[in-house]
Each structure stands twice: as structure tokens, then as C-alpha cells.
């Protein structure tokens, strides 16, 4: 049993003083208010509950701050991305991840639901171990202590009914079938591990309704939904259905099912998404980033559909940030402000974020013990109510983050004393 004592604490959307929080196996078993601190409590200041990143391509963090000067949109940036993904190997892509996930953990994201899609060799030849990749992603999270759910992607066209391009080969397995095969040996050791169709542009309606026949029911379903207008335009002229309705009729919409980006929607796209229960994550600094446009957010919020959110390609890792982008874009397409109420935007943080990585988050009992302390006091964040921290803080706020009831990070840094700044310098060089 571990006990953490919290100055104050957010608590289910309410600011809780003299918080014991009490934790056995990873888990929050109470929540006590007004109780007195033991010598052995890990003591605290102001908690909130640890970030979700419910998206994210670690790799593409090597593009940060290299990609502007080209201009252009999406597919101008794909290619370049499509270059760093051609160098990478087992050992250069751990060491890489170990860095943006020790990055993501100094900044108050606790959990990160990996789209993972680098699966073998660049002919597209596996390697001995065909999941050497994803073991190697595997490997990275647990070095620096977040947690990892990892969505290993089938991916098998360059668009309805055309091979995959060269550089991406390395991203198939050539069918279905040979993608679950080795799907089901990760799933076999011991992994959390989900799923994800990269999108309706790399797989087909028949082997999307395969997997979704074949997937262990409890797994989470991860999808990249209608992130360009090219790709309604190429899912209506090879299918007559927007990419919704696609997965619609192959029966992947469900409630573990997670939409990434979701940008470009109809209104009856919105209306089967929300009756089917399924989720969608929001990516707004890399929505941003790239030029997609604004998602109809608060659209899909009120007919009912869980938003969260994600760092995607981490040109941004910082889900204060994220909070914030996700709520002036709808300001920006609304020319309101308000769109979302402080604990709709900390449920979109935390717990949705936790819930499509198919695991319990938030600061309540029976969730995963991770918080985060932030410092109310800085130039940032003094003045500002509990609940609308997250509107004004950023990651140099945060000064610890916990995982299970452990403390992994203080002040920026790994409890090991590794620096994020370093382990990014050295595992970049590789790529260079």
C-alpha cells in the first residue's frame, strides 16, 4: 500500500484540500479528505489527475522544427516523413521512443497510446522477430516509466485499390491475414497491446469487416478518420460512402473504437459515430501544424461522443497545450468562447484519454494512480482557479509526475536523473 498526501487536489471537477489518496497495485483504492500526513506518505502540493495521450507516431518527432520552410500541406510534409521513417531500425527507433516518451512523462502525460506502423525492413521484408519494432516501442516506455498502450497498425494500400508506394513497405504485411498472425504473437507476450486500421485509404472495406471479425472483443480500435478532404474524395469515387460510413458497414464502429482527427465530417457521418458509441481523439497542435482544419468538436460533444485528445506527430508534447488548442479552435470557428466547460476539457485530458488506451484514468477510485503536481505559483499559473489550471499552465509547470503510485519524474528530469533534452539530442544524431 502506498499513501500520497495532496495539499489540494482536482477531484472528480472539485478542489479537495489535506487529500490522501491511497493506492494499492497500481490502483486508487480511497480518497480521503482532511487527512493527516504519515512519515512515510510521498507529500505533494497541488494534483491533478495524469494526462492521457490517447495518439501519437513518436517517430515524427524527429521533423520538429525541420519541416516550415518547405511550405506546402499534408502530403508535402508526408514525404518527408515517410524519409526519417526509411531510416529507422529497431535499435535507433528504441532509443528515439525512449526519449519522446521520457519527453512526454516530464510533461505530465502519463499514459500514450502508441500508432505504431513501422513494422519491417524497408523492402518490406520482416526482420527475425517481425515484431521487433513494436517490442523495441515496448521496451522504450518501460525504461523511462509511462504507460503504454501499443495500436499496431495493418496497413496495406497507398489508396483504394493501389499497392503501397516504395517507402511504404515497410508499413505491410502484405494481407490481413498475415497482419493478424503477427498481431496475435504480440498480443501473446504480455504487452498491452491494441489495434488500429491506419485508415480507410490503406485498407480495404472487406479487410477492415475481417479484422474487426477476428480482433479479441475487449482490444481498442484505433482509426486516422477523414483527416483530409482527399480522402472522402477517394473513399466516395472507389466505395460511393464517406470513410464513416466504410467502417459503418464493416462493423468497426463501436464503443472501442477510437477516431483520430475526425475533421472533415458530415452531419451524417457525426450521427453514426455518436450512435455508435465509438470515440474520437483530437490532435490540435498537429491539426494545426499540418493545415487540416478545425474538427467540429463541440458538434460531436453534444451529440454525445467522447473527445480526446493527442500529441499525434509531437511537434508538440505538451497536453496543456492540447487542452488549449481544442478549445480555441472552437472559439476560432465559433467566435465564442467557453465551447467547453473546464471539466469537459480535464475529461477530454484525462480519463478519455485513458479510456481509448483501455485502461481507468482520472483521480478517482479503482483508476491508475497517475498525477501530476503542478506549481499554482509560477508566472503562469498564479491567480488561476484549480479547475482552470489546465487554461493557463504548460509543461515547465509541471514539477512531478507519478505512475502507479510511483514518482518517475521531478522538475523535468527522470527520477533516474536522465534529462529528455539529452536523451533526444543523442538518439536525433542517428537519424542526422
Known sequence: MTRIHAERALVEGRELTGVVIEVAEGRITAITRGGRTEPADLRLGTVLAGSGNAHSHAFHRALRG????????????????????DRLTP?????????????????????VAEFHYVHHRPDGTPYEDPNAFGLALARAADSVGIRLTLLDTLYLTSGPGKQLLPEQRRFGDGTAEAWLERWHRLHETKQTV????????AVSPDDIALVVERLPADAPLHVHLSEQPAENEQSLASYGRTPTQVLADAGALAPRTWLVHA????????????????????????????????????????????????????AVIDPWLEVRGLE???????????????????????????????????????????LV????????????????????????????????????????????????????????????
Open 66 to 85: 525541420r519541416t516550415h520552410d518547405q511550405g506546402g500541406d499534408f502530403w508535402r510534409w508526408r514525404e518527408q516523413m515517410y524519409a526519417v521513417a
Open 91 to 111: 535499435d535507433s527507433y528504441e532509443r528515439l521512443a525512449e526519449a519522446v516518451f521520457a519527453e512526454m512523462l516530464v510533461t505530465g502525460w502519463t499514459t
Open 194 to 201: 491494441g489495434a488500429a486500421i491506419h485508415s480507410v485509404r
Open 263 to 314: 475533421t472533415h465530417l458530415t452531419d451524417d457521418d457525426m450521427a453514426l459515430i455518436a450512435g455508435s458509441g465509438a470515440g474520437v481523439v483530437m490532435c490540435p497542435t498537429t491539426e494545426a501544424d499540418l493545415g487540416d482544419g478545425i474538427g467540429p468538436a463541440r458538434e460531436l460533444a453534444e451529440a454525445g461522443v467522447r473527445i480526446a485528445l493527442g500529441s499525434d506527430q509531437n
Open 328 to 370: 480555441a479552435g472552437e472559439r476560432l470557428r465559433s467566435r465564442q468562447r467557453g465551447r467547453f466547460s473546464p471539466g469537459d476539457l480535464e475529461t477530454a485530458r484525462t480519463s478519455a484519454g485513458y479510456a481509448a488506451s483501455g485502461i481507468p484514468g482520472g483521480l478517482r477510485v479503482g483508476a491508475c494512480a497517475d
Open 373 to 432: 503536481e503542478l506549481d499554482p505559483d509560477s508566472v503562469r499559473t498564479t491567480g488561476a482557479a484549480l479547475d482552470q489550471l489546465a487554461l493557463v499552465a504548460t509543461a515547465t509547470d509541471v514539477t512531478t509526475v507519478v505512475v502507479g503510485g510511483r514518482l518517475v519524474a521531478e522538475h523535468g528530469r527522470l527520477t533516474d536523473g536522465r534529462d529528455p533534452a539529452y536523451l533526444l539530442t543523442e538518439a536525433l544524431k542517428e537519424l542526422r
